[in-house]
């Protein structure tokens, strides 16, 4: 059982799992962890998935799905929708911040936060990282020390468009090739973020300094769509997802100051639902 902070609601509540039969199968049997590592981890199998939700067919899985998940959607919006993966990557704009200084999230999902320590080490959801294991960059990773990794789990029955929280420029951006684990608590021995695939962009931001935005692939996401921007606005779309929960991972070495019933929650271990655009904390500029 998966339970987070519902801001709105101001009360815990106990998400709705995809497939949680199927993943307690992949992953706590001797048969599920070998079909893992001979094909539903691998990136060819999401693509397949991918081919079918792309499809015509796939669209009698829609109603369905909006049932299950409770999600609310407009009628006219349905005829427009000629695939699964049409309706899944239906866009919505953000939340507009008016505080310039606030700091916002780059997606719906459900939000973490992590100290990241001197020694460059991470520590989330009980499973450890180096910060240059996560982005493949000795030299990267050192402008993060003492930092601070925001993590935004992005479950499938939220909107998989993803923007800038800050203006700025793209420093440089690359693709790391892996394997496409689920990343919900149930894979955490196999060090997802570390292993899946993923992609890495070194921002330059107005108001945040250098910030890196990764985001990870995860079990049957059949892509990730990044825009990359040479330049950008605060809340400009950065990207999307294709179908299938995934994560965004932000890595800050400006100080920031989380807001009270994020800050509290997180010190109890559990995740917050946020909304793109929402704010989330406030920049507190280093001397």
């Known amino acids: 059982m998966i339970l987070y902070y519902d801001r709105a609601k101001k009360q815990m509540v106990e998400e709705i799992e995809y497939e949680k039969k199927t993943l307690e199968f992949l992953y706590h049997t001797v048969l599920g962890r070998l079909c893992l590592k001979l094909f539903v981890a691998r990136p060819w199998f999401s693509h397949i998935q991918g081919i079918w939700k792309k499809s015509r067919f796939s669209i009698k899985g829609i109603q369905p799905f909006i ?105 440089f951006h690359k693709k790391i090739a892996g394997a496409l684990h689920t990343i919900r608590p149930i894979s955490e021995r196999y060090h997802v973020f570390t292993r899946n695939t993923r992609e890495v962009s070194l921002l330059e931001t107005k108001h945040l300094g250098d910030m890196i935005q990764i985001e990870i692939g995860a079990l049957l996401v059949g892509k990730i769509q990044n825009l990359n921007k040479t330049t950008f606005k605060k809340n400009d779309e950065k990207g999307f997802f294709e179908f299938g929960g995934s994560t965004i991972v932000l890595l800050l070495n400006q100080k920031v100051q989380f807001d009270a019933d994020i800050e509290r929650m997180n010190e109890k271990g559990y995740e917050t639902k946020v909304f793109a655009g929402e704010k989330v904390g406030m920049i507190c500029y280093n001397d």
Do not use: W
Request: aromatic share 12%; glycine share 2%; hydrophobic share 35%.
């Open 67 to 171: 049932e299950k998940y409770h999600l609310s959607i407009n009628q006219k919006e349905m005829v427009n929708f000629q695939s699964f993966n049409d309706f899944f990557t239906r866009a919505h704009p953000p939340i507009l911040e008016e505080q310039e200084d606030a700091l916002i999230a780059p997606a719906d999902s459900k939000m973490s936060f992590y100290t990241i320590t001197e020694d460059l080490m991470l520590t989330i959801k009980n499973t450890s990282y180096t910060i240059a294991d996560l982005i493949e960059d000795d030299m990267a990773a050192k402008k993060f020390r003492n930092g601070t990794c925001i993590v935004y789990r992005l479950s499938v029955a939220d909107n998989h468009h993803y923007y800038y929280i800050d203006e700025g420029k793209l420093v």
